[in-house]
């Protein structure tokens, strides 16, 4: 599966953005997806993931009550709504996508998952 993730820019603390996570192929309900994100000068840190049906999902204790992660299998895309930017969650923005062991399987590390999208900007402003 090849991953195109999309939808970032430049918002005000407070305000909110919606990134997606498309996806190549016919059989992306067959993945998990999470996505994760690249501050300058830090390690890739786990934000979300939602298991294949779209009925389990997780978050990060940061970004707990602000992000919700979706996902649309018919149209092969997978949603981060992002609300309530800190300046904090500025970082580029990943997503990526496993074959996992079960449908209601959730992945919040990143060792597990073998594909990846290239990323997109999120710069929040103070």
């Known amino acids: 599966v090849q991953l195109q993730a999309f939808g970032g820019g430049l918002v005000q603390a407070g305000g909110s953005l919606r990134l997606s996570c498309a996806a190549s192929?016919?059989?992306?309900?067959?993945?998990?997806v999470g996505w994760f994100r690249q501050a300058p000068g830090k390690g890739r840190e786990f934000v979300a993931t939602?298991?294949?049906?779209?009925?389990?999902?997780y978050y990060a204790d940061s970004v707990q009550g602000r992000l919700t992660i979706s996902r649309d299998n018919a149209m092969n895309i997978v949603y981060l709504q992002m609300n309530s930017l800190k300046p904090e969650d500025t970082a580029v923005y990943y997503c990526?996508?496993?074959?996992?062991?079960?449908?209601?399987?959730?992945?919040?590390?990143?060792?597990?998952?073998?594909?990846w999208g290239q990323g997109t900007q999120v710069t929040v402003s103070s």
């Open positions: 192929g016919r059989t992306f309900s067959s993945y998990v």
């Open positions: 990526a996508a496993e074959v996992p062991s079960s449908m209601m399987t959730i992945l919040s590390t990143a060792g597990p998952y073998h594909y």
């Open positions: 939602i298991s294949r049906s779209g009925e389990n999902s």
